[in-house]
């Protein structure tokens, strides 16, 4: 038998007893360093939070409803209870049950599912903010997901504050059926809500959002953001070319690429969405010292009539 099938090794012949327990292994993080997609340079964790969460090759890594209201806030923000809803009303079971997948993801991200809500200021401007987090089973739409959503709009209608919302997931809960897509009707019917009572409603776009979720909710904001490079559409393009037979141009589905083509409003690296959306929302709800973003503004006219004439 070897040292190694024993369970042991030089280290640990030499290491006095009770050491091994004082640098365990929770001291050393399995992120403290993170390799970038993009460049596959690693970048130090400490460095990655400072740059919130963007490599120095620009690439925009997914991130948690805490650190997104951190980056959106002016400040200080009031995060709400989700709804509760039944845990698995169709007793779904493939290789594992249901009710042990939601536990696992539970654990993981220490939520009680995908979608997280808070209100705060963005600008001096009261306001709600949504986040769906893709590390809770993809982001997946559900029964407690729609409930959220729906939660988040009251809240917004109770505030008269515009909604924000930040999309990210693979589509709808498989687990909860027919269940699951009922939430995409009912979102809509939140988001007439708010138009009704004029009040804004902004999607951030972030990576991934696809399936169900695009099919709704999604894609029926006053004005829609996307972070750079971000997957955005209804089936990945992997499924596209396998049924349409042909290869897909490049960087299709990004979120550039959805700007050319007129489904995304603007293109906004993750440090400057707090600014750009307290501009937006000033313009939309019309609050004093509103000016049009720049990129709004439309160019002066060649010549001005007035009642001297033309000058």
């Not at 009572?197 to 951030?204: I, R």
């Not at 490049?250 to 550039?256: C, K, V």
Request: glycine share 10%; hydrophobic share 40%.
């Amino acid at each position: 038998m070897t040292e190694k099938s024993n369970g042991l090794n030089w280290l640990s012949k030499i290491t006095p007893p009770g050491m091994s327990k004082i640098f365990s292994k929770r001291d050393t993080p399995d992120n403290l360093w993170v390799k970038c997609p993009i460049s596959e340079e690693m970048v130090f964790h400490k460095d990655l939070e400072a740059g919130m969460f963007v490599t120095p090759a620009g690439h925009h890594m997914r991130i948690t409803p805490a650190y997104r209201f951190q980056f959106t806030f002016d400040g200080e923000y009031t995060e709400i209870d989700t709804p509760e809803v039944a845990k698995d009303p169709l007793k779904f079971r493939d290789d594992k049950p249901y009710t042990t997948r939601l536990a696992a993801a539970r654990k993981k991200t220490g939520r009680d599912d995908a979608m997280a809500i808070a209100h705060g200021q963005i600008g001096g401007l009261d306001s709600v903010v949504l986040v769906q987090n893709f590390a809770f089973m993809g982001g997946s739409l559900g029964m407690a997901a729609g409930e959220s959503f729906i939660k988040a709009a009251e809240l917004a209608l109770s505030r008269k504050a515009p909604l924000i919302v930040f999309t990210a997931a693979g589509g709808a809960r498989m687990q909860e059926g027919a269940l699951s897509l009922m939430q995409m009707p009912r979102t809509t019917l939140a988001v007439d809500m708010l138009r009704e009572a004029g009040l804004p409603y902004v999607v951030v776009l972030t990576d991934p959002t696809t399936g169900g979720v695009t099919a709704s909710y999604a894609m029926l904001g006053d004005i829609h953001i996307a972070e750079p490079g971000a997957l955005i559409g209804f089936a990945g393009p992997r499924v596209i070319e396998q049924t349409i037979r042909e290869k897909l141009p490049e960087g299709f589905q990004r979120a550039e690429y959805l700007l050319e083509k007129g489904m995304v409003d603007k293109v906004v690296h993750r440090a400057d969405i707090p600014a750009t959306l307290a501009r937006m929302l000033r313009v939309l709800m019309k609050k004093p010292g509103t000016s049009m973003p720049a990129s709004l503004t439309p160019p002066p006219p060649d010549h001005v009539v007035t009642d001297g004439g033309s000058h």
